[in-house]
């Protein structure tokens, strides 16, 4: 069999396993982003987890490919010839409806949703800002009291709930001062050294900070208080009715064969159930989420749409 270079943009892996063929003798996972982030702490989980449970034969690896809020590395997906998977996100849904790329979902062969996660607000350790409500009410009184940190981009899911909540507490979403960069390490650098005010990112990147009495955490995006974090209110505690997942999930490029797909699927059906995938949700916090190929399907058009009607406060 002639050796292919599977680029997982998460991404992942291939075995022999129930007596199928490998598709592939060598996997590299490419996270779209910076090392610590999101989609890298993903990608190097499910590359551990995938050798470790020994459902995949081949080395992995994992390359960082950066740039453009995931765009670089998904159009690099899209333009490859040999098999690919990719890391996915609601920023391949906004970055298309905002007009900042040309590539859509449908540009690409779902194979299954993995988790979610919440949204936090977070400030330096010794600011002045003590509550979300604080936060909100002062940004009433003036939208750009508040210089306010972003990565990767404009649009993605944890600028977008700082949005909404902001619009229920009766600010100009519109005049909010927001600084983007490309990394919530650099977000998190910029909030210490008072160059910005608040960020805005996920819990898992902001917890290590947290953990480092670095920052504090004023609000989270979940139904309820974590048990993991029994301090930390949500915003409906704050006053503002807004409850927010961000999820990831894996696809491939357009055209994939029936077999490819039908692999990969039962690849990670099998994953999500080992007890590591279970301890690295536990260890991020992340929440289950799990939908296979044709489940995923739906699940994009739902949330195009529902992104849609969202990015009408733009």
Same mark, same amino acid.
Request: aromatic content about 8%.
């Given at each position: 069999?002639?050796?292919?270079?599977?680029?997982?943009?998460?991404?992942?892996?291939?075995? !022999?396993?129930? %007596?199928?063929?490998?598709?592939?003798?060598?996997?590299?996972?490419?996270?779209?982003?910076?090392? +610590?982030? +999101?989609?890298?702490?993903?990608?190097?989980?499910?590359?551990?987890?995938?050798?470790?449970?020994?459902?995949?034969?081949?080395?992995?690896? @994992?390359?960082?490919?950066?740039?453009?809020?995931?765009?670089? %590395?998904?159009?690099?997906?899209?333009?490859?010839?040999?098999?690919?998977?990719?890391?996915?996100?609601?920023?391949?849904?906004?970055?298309?409806?905002? +007009?900042?790329?040309?590539?859509?979902?449908?540009? =690409?062969? /779902?194979?299954?949703?993995?988790?979610?996660?919440?949204?936090?607000?977070?400030?330096?350790?010794?600011?002045?800002?003590?509550?979300?409500?604080?936060?909100?009410?002062?940004?009433?009184?003036?939208?750009?009291?508040?210089?306010?940190? @972003?990565?990767?981009?404009?649009?993605?899911?944890?600028?977008?709930?700082?949005?909404?909540?902001?619009?229920? #507490?009766?600010?100009? /979403?519109?005049?909010?001062? *927001? *600084?983007?960069?490309?990394?919530?390490?650099?977000?998190?650098? #910029?909030?210490?050294?008072? !160059?910005?005010? @608040?960020?805005?990112?996920?819990?898992?990147?902001?917890?290590?900070?947290?953990?480092?009495?670095?920052? !504090?955490?004023?609000?989270?995006?979940?139904?309820?208080?974590?048990?993991?974090? /029994?301090?930390?209110?949500?915003?409906?505690?704050?006053?503002?009715?807004?409850? =927010?997942?961000?999820?990831?999930?894996?696809?491939?490029?357009?055209?994939?064969?029936?077999?490819?797909?039908?692999?990969?699927?039962?690849? =990670?059906?099998?994953? @999500?159930?080992?007890?590591?995938?279970?301890?690295?949700?536990?260890?991020?916090?992340?929440?289950? *989420?799990?939908?296979?190929?044709?489940?995923?399907?739906?699940?994009?058009?739902?949330?195009?749409?529902?992104?849609?009607?969202?990015?009408?406060?733009?």
């Amino acid at each position: 069999m002639s050796i292919f270079t599977l680029i997982v943009i998460l991404c992942c892996g291939c075995s !022999q396993d129930d %007596g199928q063929e490998a598709i592939t003798d060598t996997v590299t996972i490419i996270a779209p982003s910076s090392i +610590g982030g +999101g989609w890298d702490k993903t990608a190097r989980a499910i590359r551990d987890i995938l050798v470790n449970n020994n459902l995949v034969d081949e080395d992995i690896h @994992v390359l960082n490919k950066i740039g453009a809020g995931g765009e670089l %590395g998904w159009k690099y997906t899209k333009q490859q010839k040999d098999h690919v998977l990719a890391m996915n996100s609601s920023l391949l849904i906004t970055n298309h409806l905002l +007009g900042q790329s040309k590539l859509t979902y449908k540009d =690409f062969t /779902p194979i299954a949703t993995l988790a979610t996660e919440w949204d936090v607000v977070i400030v330096s350790k010794d600011s002045e800002i003590k509550s979300a409500k604080n936060l909100m009410e002062k940004l009433k009184e003036s939208p750009q009291a508040y210089k306010i940190g @972003v990565s990767p981009r404009l649009g993605n899911d944890d600028q977008i709930s700082f949005v909404l909540a902001s619009k229920q #507490a009766k600010v100009e /979403p519109e005049k909010l001062d *927001f *600084f983007v960069y490309e990394n919530s390490n650099q977000v998190v650098d #910029a909030l210490l050294k008072k !160059q910005i005010d @608040v960020a805005t990112m996920t819990l898992s990147e902001a917890k290590k900070y947290y953990d480092l009495n670095q920052v !504090q955490l004023l609000v989270i995006s979940s139904e309820k208080r974590l048990k993991e974090l /029994p301090e930390i209110p949500t915003w409906t505690e704050e006053g503002i009715d807004l409850v =927010f997942k961000h999820w990831r999930g894996i696809m491939g490029p357009p055209n994939m064969s029936k077999r490819e797909i039908e692999f990969w699927e039962m690849t =990670f059906a099998k994953m @999500v159930r080992t007890e590591e995938w279970k301890q690295t949700l536990k260890k991020y916090m992340w929440e289950d *989420f799990y939908m296979n190929s044709s489940e995923t399907s739906k699940f994009l058009d739902e949330e195009n749409k529902k992104y849609e009607k969202l990015l009408e406060i733009y």
